[in-house]
């Protein structure tokens, strides 16, 4: 375990938490106007453990196989989480957006499991790079527009509209993210489908 892994820890341990507070702060003791307020301290700690570390494990020469793993996993974990918490009110946005998120993730995570077994490393893309600050941007909107909503200047409806197609957006780019990693990385997914054929 290193620092890094530790701040990659960070996202995987605010993930239960950020959803338990969304869901029951009245049981912690948080106001529906103080709500938002915890609610991007927490995404904007998460957010800060992300951009750290990876920046940390290169700096102090602490890059390991478990961190190669550990952070991916992290990311989609706690993004997943809180687009998943958003499904409930007030938010409200459409579940069926969340499995954009979910799908994406889980046939990249699947590819770059597989390929590592085989000694295949498939190489990261600027897009999946945006894809992470496409989809944090969308979160803190999200809890930026729960403050007026907390205040009652904003309806629900008009907070679950604007908050749908937000969260939509990220989700294409996302979509179109995984399309562009598949195939700026599909030579080597075609020699692992040459490789499976010829174990056959």
């Not at 948080?30 to 940390?56: K, R």
């Not at 969308?138 to 909503?149: C, E």
Request: with cysteine.
């Amino acid at each position: 375990m290193t620092i890094a892994n530790y701040l990659t820890f960070t996202r995987i341990f605010i993930s239960p938490i950020f959803l338990l507070l969304y869901l029951e702060h009245d049981w912690f003791g948080i106001s529906q106007v103080m709500l938002p307020y915890v609610l991007l301290f927490l995404l904007g700690v998460s957010e800060l453990s992300d951009a750290f570390d990876g920046y940390i494990a290169r700096k102090m020469n602490q890059v390991t196989d478990l961190g190669k793993i550990l952070d991916p996993m992290a990311d989609s974990i706690y993004r997943i989480s809180v687009f998943l918490t958003f499904t409930q009110p007030p938010v409200n946005i459409p579940l069926l957006i969340i499995f954009v998120f979910l799908y994406r993730d889980s046939v990249i995570s699947t590819l770059r499991t597989i390929c590592a077994m085989r000694d295949f490393t498939l190489a990261a893309r600027m897009s999946g790079k945006i894809k992470a600050v496409v989809q944090a941007i969308a979160a803190f909107l999200v809890l930026i527009l729960m403050i007026p909503h907390s205040l009652g200047y904003l309806s629900q409806e008009s907070l679950q509209y604007i908050s749908t197609w937000i969260v939509g957006v990220a989700a294409l780019y996302s979509f179109l993210s995984g399309i562009d990693y598949i195939y700026a990385n599909k030579h080597y997914i075609a020699k692992l489908l040459v490789q499976d054929r010829g174990n056959e």
